[in-house]
DNA sequence: CCACGATTATGACAGTTGTCATATTCCAGT
DNA sequence: ACTGGAATATGACAACTGTCATAATCGTGG
């Protein structure tokens, strides 16, 4: 099978991205690290950076909904949480916790572009739509897998919200200490909590 | 009392990198947004972008952490996350979801410079090991009231991770999604763990 | 008043960035 | 074989970045 010029773009994006963040990603970068012709990206992004880190998003959030959602579906929601926890820790020891996540990258790092304010602003807000939708499914697999296991419908997505959030938080803060220790320890309240509002149903 | 320059400079760059991350802080912008004389930069900050980013953390840390000390010791466990959520959503309202916390900035975005590999690399590690002494910081805040209350020792110390965790990507996802929501429904599942968490302790 | 250090002003430096225009190469369809 | 569009190569552009050197200014102790 063969990877194509435009894919290895934006999972090289994505990558760096998640490494250094959104403004210190060039794309002099992207087509350093990828190996790929600079000449090309203007033809397979005519909008430029932002259409890269765009489909970098959405690349990434896929790349992370699937198998989450293929884990919740075999393994239930216990066994889909460990699954989510498991690949952010295997991210962060792999990499010597150098990259974390490029969706929370678009979140708090703003793209500093060419155009004139108004475009910029729309463009800005563009990607924080793209960001907010992947959080949005992340979310929506969790609170279905809640849902389907008997837990109330504001139970489910206050916990599912909950759950993304402090992963989140929990990864970035794990490559500040270099350490997979907080990650450790969130995934066991994560998991004392809703086995506990499961049980609850449940009796 | 009279701001100095430094300290306008520190506090300026602290919200803008809360507002657009690391990289896309210049200090051109510090001195165009807080109306400060160019010429001082090397003046009060001889080691650069660097020292002035590392300053910003640690003000912007000490700014987060003396309130929530001071919100713990006056209203207890409940009371102090309340406080913390309630700051953290009124930087939100105010700002019109702009800005975030620039803490989690530099664990996210990897500041560009210009030494050579070397000193480029232990400067990094330097950013963010200020960034998560900061994180310890609150942390650290969380878990002395939490034993103070009769929680169990590694117990408090995972609640506190997972209340300081779960916050930060909060704000970070709130900042996507234009919203406060994500941060009430946080909000009322960690008052909840923590609420049975001590009920527990007490009963 | 004067001098001296702290502070600020100004401009320059090399390097990088995103973008674009142009030229060249590639390759399937007829 | 040829043609037409897709893909790539190459170089240039202005704008911006962090840093630094130098000069001007300020404020205060002598």
Same mark, same amino acid.
């Given at each position: 099978m063969t990877t194509t010029t435009r894919d290895k773009m934006i999972a090289g994006a994505a990558d760096l991205m998640s490494r250094r963040g959104v403004n210190a990603t060039s794309m002099r970068d992207v087509v350093r690290h990828t190996a790929t012709p600079r000449g090309s990206i203007s033809h397979h992004f005519p909008d430029g950076?932002?259409?890269?880190? #765009?489909?970098?998003?959405?690349?990434?959030?896929?790349?992370?909904?699937?198998?989450?959602?293929?884990?919740?579906?075999?393994?239930?929601?216990?066994?889909? +949480?460990?699954?989510?926890?498991?690949?952010?820790?295997?991210? +962060?020891? #792999?990499?010597?916790?150098?990259?974390?996540?490029?969706v929370l990258a678009v979140a708090v790092d703003r793209c500093v572009?060419?155009?004139?304010?108004?475009?910029?602003?729309?463009?800005?807000?563009?990607? +924080?739509?793209? #960001?907010?939708?992947?959080?949005?499914?992340?979310?929506?697999?969790?609170?279905?897998?809640?849902?389907?296991?008997? +837990?109330? #419908?504001?139970?489910?997505?206050?916990?599912?919200?909950?759950?993304?959030?402090?992963?989140?938080?929990?990864?970035?803060m794990c490559r500040a200490s270099r350490s997979t220790d907080a990650l450790d320890q969130v995934q066991e309240e994560l998991e004392t909590v809703l086995s506990t509002a499961l049980a609850r149903t449940a009796g």
């Open positions: 950076k932002r259409q890269l880190i #765009a489909e970098a998003v959405t690349f990434a959030g896929k790349q992370v909904s699937i198998p989450l959602e293929k884990a919740m579906n075999e393994r239930g929601v216990i066994g889909g +949480l460990r699954a989510f926890v498991a690949s952010w820790r295997r991210q +962060l020891e #792999a990499t010597g916790f150098e990259a974390g996540c490029p572009g060419e155009a004139s304010d108004r475009d910029d602003e729309t463009a800005q807000q563009h990607l +924080l739509d793209l #960001a907010d939708g992947v959080f949005a499914d992340w979310r929506q697999i969790m609170r279905t897998a809640l849902l389907r296991e008997g +837990l109330a #419908a504001e139970r489910s997505e206050r916990l599912a919200t909950l759950v993304v959030a402090s992963i989140e938080g929990t990864v970035a």
